[in-house]
């Protein structure tokens, strides 16, 4: 089993739609929960962060971490055209665990 | 703060060259730097981690004579894919180990180096 699964999609919603993204991972021990957004041809970049279990809102994004089931989630509220890239969401044990990234599209 | 560059961003190059890509932590010091590789529509590979003064630690199945690391200061680290051939080509990328926001410590991307050999 891979220490984080993440559906690749492809993902493609209308604009000012609510995106749900989506993370499970194997060890309970895990304590430290990324999320990184990455732009075609560009390097991934440092969304949001949670390290507990619940939620965490930066604008119109909401980290959701439940480690009872051991999943996490990204919400993107009014998402845009602008929010169209690929989402890695990412775990930090004694090492660091990329998913494989959802390339999400937002259509005008 | 915590701003990582990558040089080349874009390279092209004939079989059997070989081509080195720098990355620097421009703000911060990084005695761990980690050298990852993409494929289109694919998540990142990681392929070495290097760390300043030693040798590099390579993952399994990646060839540390062709893809030759070097970790020489705090800032900077590079990547040499010697004797490059077709399968090499791909997206590059490069991040370091910072002081994250929150405690602890965060990887911090660079912007990637697309290789191309023809």
């Known amino acids: 089993q891979k220490e984080v699964e993440q559906d690749p999609g492809p993902l493609s919603v209308p604009e000012g739609a609510i995106v749900s993204l989506n993370c499970t991972y194997s060890n309970s021990a895990f304590q430290y929960f990324m999320w990184y957004r990455q732009y075609s041809r560009k390097g991934p970049e440092l969304l949001m962060y949670?390290?507990?279990?619940g939620n965490k809102e930066d604008g119109s994004f909401t980290a959701q971490v439940d480690k009872s089931s051991k999943y996490i989630s990204l919400f993107i509220r009014d998402s845009q055209p602008s929010d169209s890239a690929t989402y890695l969401c990412?775990?930090?044990?004694?090492?660091?665990?990329f998913g494989t990234g959802t390339s999400l599209t937002v259509i005008p | 703060g915590a701003v990582v560059s990558q040089h080349p961003s874009r390279v092209i190059c004939k079989s059997g060259t070989s081509v080195k890509i720098e990355c620097r932590s421009l703000?911060?010091?990084?005695?761990?730097m980690f050298w990852y590789r993409q494929f289109p529509k694919k998540s990142l590979m990681l392929m070495a981690t290097?760390?300043?003064?030693?040798?590099?630690?390579?993952e399994q199945g990646v060839e540390k004579d062709k893809f030759l690391i070097n970790h020489a200061s705090l800032t900077l680290s590079t990547l040499t894919v010697t004797s490059a051939h077709p399968e090499d080509s791909s997206f590059y990328i490069c991040?370091?180990?910072?002081?994250?926001?929150?405690?602890?410590?965060?990887?911090?991307f660079g912007p990637g180096t697309r290789l191309t050999v023809t």
């Open positions: 703000d911060f010091q990084a005695t761990t």
């Open positions: 991040s370091a180990l910072g002081q994250g926001r929150a405690g602890g410590l965060e990887q911090y």
């Open positions: 949670t390290y507990s279990s």
């Open positions: 990412a775990i930090r044990g004694n090492q660091f665990y």
């Open positions: 290097s760390n300043e003064g030693s040798k590099a630690t390579y």
